[in-house]
């Protein structure tokens, strides 16, 4: 945190709502957020809230009923996203994957292949760049889906609940990863997710969403140095606080 | 749109009714494009028609199909019977080989798929006999059977037959074994295990055997009406051919395509009566 | 062991099984040869027929002349239906205009097309394969397009994340995604397409398996009658062996479940 904070993405004032047939759903409600260069921001927020539709809307999925998102200090508004499950697709291999977004691009053969090589090495899948996702454990898409999202260099990268589908210990494992990856590459991460304590192991700073419209609750600088360890007292303090902070009926 | 519960600010407000004007404007206009496109096919054909490119004793012109459906509610010439009659003797062939299909097929399907010597000792003969197309039986049928209503019974049997078994059976296969073990530790006797597990766990795969055997039985019956009958739907189109008579063949076909729709539409609308438990995804 | 004994029970019982049809048959031909050939008989009129051609063309012949005719009518609708299958599934207005008219021709089964189309068209080799065509289109047509729209939301999210343009999108994602269903649609376009062809040529044909079966029951020759259904039952099982060789290795990467 020493660095100078340089705001990347800012979040004016936005809302969403979804209409239906008859009725309206409102997911988000005058949100706004500054995410800072290179820092690992972690929304965290209650089952099926507006943390994805809020994603979704950075990634310019999906646009504000109100509001603006803005990136700023760049010319490009590439991001990366990793999904909830793993939207790795099956028929293509981990290399065809991984290149996809050089390939959407029009970046030529060996070039992409050059990039997608790089980070099929630096999310741990090297000797797996032919194989088929059916091929991997739930985990080994995941990291797919990560080098992926690096692939076109984005300066943003958006993740939505990506460990939420494993089991415990690949979690635990993937936490790490994630981190040692983030090292290697520093970006602007954006990390959702229901689970304190992964929020407290990965963040610099975390959000919290309150329940439906999602709206900002409370912001906590997270500076315990890495690697943090989920049994150390301090970091059993932060938990608790934000624990008793928030109502995650999960 | 209702009003609101809650109450949402101004430019959130503003932008959801843009948005729902927005999506009934698309919808009217979806509409519009089916209704402006039917329009144009049946003109472009009308029109085909009346002008001599298309030769009226070769396809006739929607507005005289129209007319002749009209004339043949009442007017049993040139073929011999009005539409009521048509209709009514392919429906009762129908429910007879249709309805023997499914009482037969069903739970011999259900356990061939349950019970292990069972379906070794009958899939051999099924799958020996399941490519034979169930029109290429007809001739046989005709001479083992005659021309009367049961040789055409017979081969609708024949057709519906088979995807009743084969669904049946593949549901039965597909049941989780969880469920079996829950009701074997309960204490549940082998014919308890099937009728209250395996059995339900099978029917929305049976009643998908049963929707496509009424397809089947439905296109096949059209087929032996067409080979050898003296009424009924298949008939009054193998006429229509010999009497050159278009507009005959195309009142019979959609009265076929019609019938067709609203038996498998009644069908699913038992499906859903019966299997409650399946959730829409 | 226990696993080896097993199978070997297994086999017995299919070969019971299969020892029994023929016995059957025996049994109920016995009586009346010339209502019901024997298997021998059976056998000695395929012999025959290898040697002594039918309308100047062999079994064989007639065995290629009804598989052309699928083959011809499978490569259009196999392209037609894809290609206009992915434009509905795509595209809303597109479905909106062409929706209602294949809504309403769809129930039609395919052999109830037969009169008119050999009203208007004759009895050449062209109206059967229309016909085939007629049958093996609509499965191609209606399961690219809910191939198509039902593709996994997900799955065109990254495509939209990564700005992939429509054709890309199509190439990349929808495609490959919807090729399972597309395949499962063309596995019964195979079979339906079959019945078809036989059922034309009962009609109005002078060559392919069709016509077979109805020379045996024009001249009362039971054992050509069901020598013809036999070779249609195997000619259709192979198509669908052979296609499902292709499902598979077009899908490899499908995961079992």
């Known amino acids: 945190m020493d660095e100078q904070r340089v705001v990347q993405v800012h979040l004016e004032n936005i809302s969403k709502s979804f209409v239906s047939r008859k009725t309206i759903f409102e997911a988000v409600n005058h949100v706004t957020i500054d995410v800072y260069k290179n820092e690992f921001l972690v929304l965290l927020g209650p089952g099926q809230c507006g943390k994805t539709v809020l994603l979704n809307m950075v990634s310019g999925l999906e646009t504000p009923t109100d509001g603006k998102v803005e990136f700023l200090n760049s010319d490009s508004t590439d991001v990366g996203f990793v999904f909830q499950k ?75 609940e990506p460990f939420g589908a494993l089991d415990a210990q690949t979690r635990y494992q993937m936490e790490e990863e994630i981190l040692r990856i983030w090292e290697q590459e520093k970006r602007t991460v954006i990390f959702v997710t229901n689970n304190i304590e992964e929020a407290v192991y990965l963040a610099d700073r975390i959000i919290v969403l309150s329940k439906c419209p999602a709206t900002v609750k409370e912001v906590y600088d997270i500076s315990l140095p890495r690697p943090r360890d989920y049994v150390d007292p301090e970091f059993l303090r932060i938990r608790e606080a934000i624990e008793a902070n928030t109502d995650l009926a999960l | 749109m209702s009003n609101n519960t809650t109450k949402l600010p101004d430019g959130v407000a503003d932008s959801i009714k843009i948005e729902v004007a927005a999506r009934k404007k698309e919808s009217r206009q979806l509409l519009l494009i089916s209704i402006i496109s039917v329009a144009i096919f049946l003109f472009l054909w009308e029109f085909a028609v009346r002008i001599g490119w298309i030769d009226s004793k070769h396809l006739s012109a929607p507005t005289t199909i129209v007319e002749t459906f009209i004339m043949k509610l009442s007017d049993p010439n040139p073929e011999g019977g009005v539409l009521g009659t048509h209709i009514a003797t392919s429906l009762g062939l129908v429910l007879v080989g249709y309805g023997a299909a499914v009482v037969i097929g069903v739970p011999l399907g259900l356990l061939m798929g349950y019970y292990h010597t069972f379906d070794k000792l009958v899939s051999p003969i099924f799958e020996i006999v399941r490519p034979i197309p169930p029109i290429a039986w007809i001739p046989l049928s005709i001479i083992w059977l005659g021309i009367g209503t049961t040789a055409k019974a017979f081969i609708i049997f024949l057709a519906a037959f088979v995807p009743c078994v084969i669904n049946s059976y593949t549901g039965v296969k597909l049941t989780p074994a969880v469920y079996l073990n829950v009701a074997k530790t309960s204490g549940a006797s082998t014919w308890e295990m099937f009728w209250t597990v395996s059995k339900n766990y099978a029917m929305p795969l049976v009643f998908t055997g049963v929707q496509v055997a009424l397809g089947n039985a439905w296109s096949t019956l059209v087929a032996a009406e067409m080979l050898a009958a003296i009424a009924g739907l298949g008939y009054m189109i193998q006429q229509g051919r010999l009497l050159a008579r278009p507009d005959i063949i195309i009142v019979g076909m959609l009265t076929i395509g019609v019938i067709g729709a609203i038996l498998t539409f009644l069908l699913s609308k038992l499906e859903n009566h019966i299997v409650k438990w399946r959730s829409r995804s | 062991m226990k696993k080896n004994r097993s199978q070997a029970r297994d086999i017995m019982l299919s070969v019971i099984s299969i020892l029994l049809l023929v016995a059957v048959w025996f049994l109920v031909s016995g009586s009346r040869p010339d209502f019901f050939p024997t298997p021998m008989a059976t056998v000695e009129r395929f012999i ?42 795509w595209n809303k207005k597109v479905r909106a205009a062409i929706n209602p008219i294949l809504m309403a021709l769809r129930p039609i089964p395919p052999i109830a097309w037969i009169p008119l189309i050999i009203l208007m068209f004759g009895v050449d080799e062209f109206p059967k394969v229309l016909l085939v065509f007629i049958g093996s289109f609509f499965p191609i047509v209606m399961n690219t397009m809910s191939g198509v729209a039902l593709v996994d939301d997900m799955y065109l999210k990254v495509g939209k994340i990564y700005k992939a343009k429509t054709w890309q999108m199509l190439r990349h994602v929808v495609f490959p995604a919807a090729m399972p269903t597309i395949l499962a649609g063309i596995k019964i376009a195979i079979s339906s397409g079959w019945m078809v062809v036989v059922a034309a040529e009962m009609l109005s044909s002078r060559s392919g398996l069709g016509f077979l079966i109805n020379r045996g029951r024009d001249s009362y020759d039971v054992a050509l009658i069901m020598v013809a259904m036999i070779l249609i039952g195997v000619v259709g099982a192979l198509l669908s062996a052979v296609f499902t060789l292709i499902e598979r290795k077009m899908c490899g990467w499908m995961s079992k479940e």
Not at chain 1, 150 to 157: A, E, I, R, S, T
Request: charged share 20%; hydrophobic share 50%.
């Open chain 3, 48 to 89: 025959r027929l290898i040697e002594k051609p039918i309308m100047g063309v062999s079994v064989f012949g007639h065995v290629l002349a009804s598989l052309r005719r699928v083959m011809l009518a499978l490569i259009a609708s196999i392209i037609l239906g894809i290609g206009i299958g992915l434009v509905m599934g």
């Open chain 1, 86 to 160: 793993t939207a790795v697709f099956p028929w293509k291999t981990v290399m065809e994957n991984v290149e996809l977004p050089l390939e959407l691009k029009g970046v030529p053969k060996e070039e992409r292949r050059k990039r997608a090589q790089y980070l099929i090495e630096l999310v741990g899948l090297k000797g797996f760049e032919n194989a088929l996702p059916k091929q991997l454990s739930g985990g080994m898409k995941q990291r797919v889906g990560i080098a992926r999202a690096y692939c076109n260099n984005p300066q943003v990268l958006l993740m939505d």
